[in-house]
């Protein structure tokens, strides 16, 4: 599995960012069991715009599988604000919120966004913002106005504006792409005609670390998004992977040979300075990832004979072991709200999303697929985003935190691999 595949050797890896020639596309194959109505009235003015915005607001709500999209066709006249909705006729629809807006061009001459979520229940404000967009920014404004409606609605976190990043191989070609978290603008970052894995996005979203073989030997890169530029941070005698980013963005978990085993050490993300040893033992010890408060680290070890996941403090010491259910437990990854933690599960033959908690260590297993990996948690804890196959292709796909809401992400070519999702991040 993952990490015999962390151990491949690589070659012919070569920096390349262009524009992806397919977007991905996401279907929900499986819903929340109590959907919020919501009608996304057409903003004033945004026929014009070369980007529409109420589509893409009406589509992110749609594909959390968390609201049902009301059709708010057919309404003389159309409302743009408050005084001119008629509730009765909302609530004869079945919305329980109506979204309503205008857009203007300021005279900087960037469009002026102006939105309000009203509640057709109680005929209040729920919610009134203004944003201001340059043209090549509508789209990104679009998430973000389907994030507050996501939030003032459920409770929780919006991610509609945050982004992905994983491995698309079309026929002998790898790519890393970086796309919108609805699978649109994907870009390739790196290409190769070798394989590419374990990426892993800093804290602040302008990075990515990775492992490449260019030179003939697996070598631990961080890459700029901004620049383009990248440098080799852990370029050691042996084999150098699974990096893992600290959440103050200075630090790395990696896992180094040097020493003649697979161990865990902590670097700097600038390469500078000496790597400190983290696990000591004559195990495989990898995959780690960082909790939240930066205290302590998940991991991925078979000190115990089989893979399982461990704890161990940033600051050393004697490794606690936190899976028990099952013979085979790997890839770590903590939810951003630190209460619990993802991992891929074998059941049987299967391999599976799985959810452990914290405090009561209950495990939930989250996916019914058979050979699912690498799973990351969105920045609001609420979905968790992996590889799986499907019809013997390689596709992304998520699943809510419950298991309910289920999604598919899939490419016109090539198969997906290796998915991280970013933090949310201001750009």
């Known amino acids: 599995m993952k990490i015999l595949k962390k151990l491949l050797l690589f070659a012919g890896l070569f920096l390349m960012i262009q524009t992806a020639s397919a977007q991905l596309r996401i279907e929900v194959v499986g819903g929340g069991a109590t959907q919020i109505p919501v009608a996304i009235v057409p903003f004033r003015a945004e026929e014009g715009l070369a980007q529409r915005l109420t589509p893409v607001v009406a589509a992110d709500l749609a594909r959390s599988g968390l609201f049902k999209v009301v059709d708010p066709g057919g309404m003389n006249p159309v409302p743009h604000e408050p005084e001119q909705l008629n509730y009765p006729q909302w609530r004869a629809r079945g919305a329980d919120a109506v979204v309503i807006g205008s857009v203007s061009k300021a005279a900087d001459g960037r469009y ?11 005929q209040t404000q729920i919610a009134g913002f203004v944003y201001f967009a340059t043209e090549s920014q509508l789209r990104l404004t679009a998430h973000k106005i389907a994030d507050v409606i996501y939030e003032k609605l459920t409770g929780d976190m919006g991610v509609f504006a945050t982004r992905i990043t994983y491995v698309v191989k079309r026929g002998t070609r790898y790519e890393l792409h ?46 700029s998004l901004t620049t383009g530029g990248r440098q080799a941070v852990a370029a050691f005698r042996g084999s150098n992977s699974a990096p893992a980013w600290s959440p103050d963005g200075r630090k790395l978990a990696v896992t180094l040979t040097r020493d003649g085993g697979s161990q865990m ?45 461990y704890r161990i403090p940033v600051s050393g010491g004697t490794p606690q072991r936190v899976t028990f259910e099952g013979s085979y437990n790997v890839s770590p990854h903590h939810s951003p709200d630190g209460k619990s933690f993802t991992f891929i599960q074998r059941n049987g033959g299967r391999f599976n999303v799985a959810v452990q908690d914290f405090a009561t260590r209950q495990v939930q297993v989250l996916t019914e697929g058979g050979v699912d990996e690498s799973p990351s948690f969105a920045p609001n804890s609420k979905i968790i985003l992996y590889a799986t196959v499907v019809g013997g292709r390689g596709i992304l796909a998520a699943v809510s935190s419950d298991g309910r809401v289920k999604q598919r992400f899939t490419a016109d070519v090539g198969d997906a691999r290796e998915p991280a999702w970013s933090p949310v991040v201001n750009k």
């Open 112 to 122: 002026d966004i102006r939105f309000r979520v009203m509640d057709a229940v109680k």
């Open 178 to 223: 970086v796309a919108d978290a609805d699978g649109f603008g994907a870009q390739s970052v790196l290409s190769s005609n070798e394989p590419i894995i374990s990426p892993a996005w800093s804290p602040d979203g302008t990075r990515l670390a990775y492992v490449s073989f260019e030179q003939k030997k697996p070598i631990v890169y961080v890459q």
């Open 265 to 309: 050490f902590l670097i700097n993300a600038d390469g500078s300075g000496s790597p400190a040893r983290l696990t000591q033992s004559t195990a495989i010890d990898t995959e780690a990832n960082f909790a939240p408060d930066g205290q302590s680290i998940l991991f991925t070890s078979d000190r115990g004979g089989g893979p399982q996941i």
